[in-house]
T-cell receptor, first 111, second 114 residues
Framework: NAGVTQTPKFRVLKTGQSMTLLCAQD?????MYWYRQDPGMGLRLIHY???????AKGEVPDGYNVSRLKKQNFLLGLESAAPSQTSVYFC??????????FGPGTRLTVT | AQSVTQPDIHITVSEGASLELRCNYS??????LFWYVQSPGQGLQLLLK??????LVQGIKGFEAEFKRSQSSFNLRKPSVHWSDAAEYFC????????????FGSGTQLTVLP
């Protein structure tokens, strides 16, 4: 039982490049979330999904897209990276009781 | 919109001393309340949660928290801190009917002195 895994762990992009972050969970949870964490700002919700094939915008969705083609996977895409997207990205999956299980994070730097 | 305030950005305590981390929320009804801990380079781990009932809740690693409706607070406590408790602590609020979204506080960094 791996819980929540994230790929990759680190990445450096140049401005304008694209990339996809992968989140996978093996707990059969319906709800999954993508957050970004910046110093002094806690975690902010980017996008979330309440089930396979569904996605919705969170607090800071601009510049990101997501897909949930399979229940266990939740992908976060950056189509044209900007320096403002330098951050640590966390994925979480949620139990029916609202307990969120977090992945280890992806540290992204955009130069 | 709901908000969560953690007034202490950084707290330093000596090992063996007691600890209290403060959390206040702003919301019309009683939300679901959580405390998470984040060790350096790691994701967040759930310490404890309050949904309803007994206002004093026990969590993992010897932590407890008390919900006080009159003060809109959910403070985290530990009677005796261990060096391994050094981490960042986040209070979070879930609003009913929000697709289980959490609003997080900005965190409190805990340093433990030997």
């Amino acid at each position: 039982n791996a819980g929540v895994t994230q790929t990759p762990k680190f990445r450096v992009l140049k401005t304008g490049q694209s990339m996809t972050l992968l989140c996978a969970q093996d707990m059969n949870h319906e709800y999954m979330y993508w957050y970004r964490q910046d110093p002094g700002m806690g975690l902010r919700l980017i996008h979330y999904s309440v089930g396979e094939g569904t996605t919705a915008k969170g607090e800071v969705p601009d510049g990101y897209n997501v897909s949930r083609l399979k229940k266990q996977n939740f992908l976060l895409g950056l189509e044209s990276a900007a320096p403002s997207q330098t951050s640590v990205y966390f994925c979480a999956s949620v139990t029916s009781f609202g307990e969120q299980y977090f992945g280890p994070g992806t540290r992204l730097t955009v130069t | 919109a709901q908000s969560v305030t953690q007034p202490d950005i950084h707290i330093t305590v000596s090992e063996g001393a007691s600890l209290e981390l403060r959390c206040n929320y702003s919301y019309g009804a009683t939300p679901y309340l959580f405390w998470y801990v984040q060790s350096p380079g790691q994701g967040l781990q759930l310490l404890l949660k309050y949904f309803s009932g007994d206002t004093l809740v026990q969590g993992i690693k010897g932590f407890e928290a008390e919900f006080k409706r009159s003060q809109s607070s959910f403070n985290l406590r530990k009677p005796s801190v261990h060096w391994s408790d050094a981490a960042e602590y986040f209070c979070a609020v879930e609003v009913s009917g929000s697709a289980r979204q959490l609003t997080f506080g900005s965190g409190t960094q805990l340093t433990v002195l030997p």
